[in-house]
């Protein structure tokens, strides 16, 4: 079965710094891999997705992220954090072949300070 | 574009009481995906229905079901609410159904059990 670990709960961090939101997943094969942010009381918006291909992916917002294989991770990362950014970030897997659902990771709030 | 749309957005309803919830896919979109988000936690995944079939269901008691009609809309349904039913209720939408493509969600339901 796959498996998504966010270790990071909850991350602060100053406005303009850097970020990166850890994720490491469990599965038997290359799966696709997603991250998604959501803010209060609302949906959850894609930000990028790695499919195949090039391991760095970039997404909205800013945002990118790197699939490493042999670490079985896909980290999340922008060099300059802004006052929007603060949500809940949630990494997800969804299996290549079989059921189509994703499994997410149980999310980190992030805030940021002025 | 409309995105995908919820209803009701909120609602209170009592142990042992039955619920109806409402999807509208986007245009196009003809698979429609169900999860339901605990307070703290990541989304898991319900239901998936694609051209009118269920194509996946996750660990849930069978008292959730779902369908899904001709114009591709959804209902979720909940029989013998409990109290750990307490939750927001996610539809996502996506136009193909074989592939885990991008998923698209509603901004959710939001169910208390009292």
């Known amino acids: 079965a796959q498996s998504v670990t966010q270790p990071d709960i909850h991350i602060t961090v100053s406005e303009g710094a850097s970020l990166e939101l850890r994720c490491n997943y469990s599965y038997g094969a290359t799966p696709y891999l997603f991250w998604y942010v959501q803010s209060p009381g609302q949906g959850l918006q894609l930000l990028l997705k790695y499919f195949s291909g090039d391991t760095l992916v970039q997404g909205i917002k800013g945002f990118e992220a790197e699939f490493k294989r042999s670490q079985s991770s896909f980290n999340l990362r922008k060099p300059s954090v802004h006052w929007s950014d603060a949500a809940e970030y949630f990494c997800a897997v969804g299996a290549r072949t079989g059921r189509r659902a994703l499994t997410f990771g149980s999310g980190t709030r992030l805030q940021v300070q002025p | 574009d409309t995105g995908v749309t919820q209803s009701p957005t909120h609602l209170i309803k009592t142990r042992g009481q039955q619920v109806t919830l409402r999807c509208s896919p986007i245009?196009?979109?003809?698979?429609v995906s169900w999860y339901q988000q605990v307070l703290g936690q990541g989304p898991q995944f319900i239901f998936q229905?694609?051209?009118?079939?269920?194509?996946g269901r996750g660990n849930f008691p069978d008292r959730f079901s779902a369908r899904q009609f001709p114009n591709y809309s959804s209902e979720l349904n909940v029989n013998a609410l409990l109290l750990g039913d307490s939750a927001l209720y996610l539809c996502a939408s996506s136009w193909q159904g074989g592939d885990t493509g991008e998923l698209f969600f509603g901004e959710g339901s939001r169910l208390t059990v009292l």
């Open positions: 245009s196009g979109h003809k698979s």
């Open positions: 229905y694609y051209e009118k079939e269920e194509r």
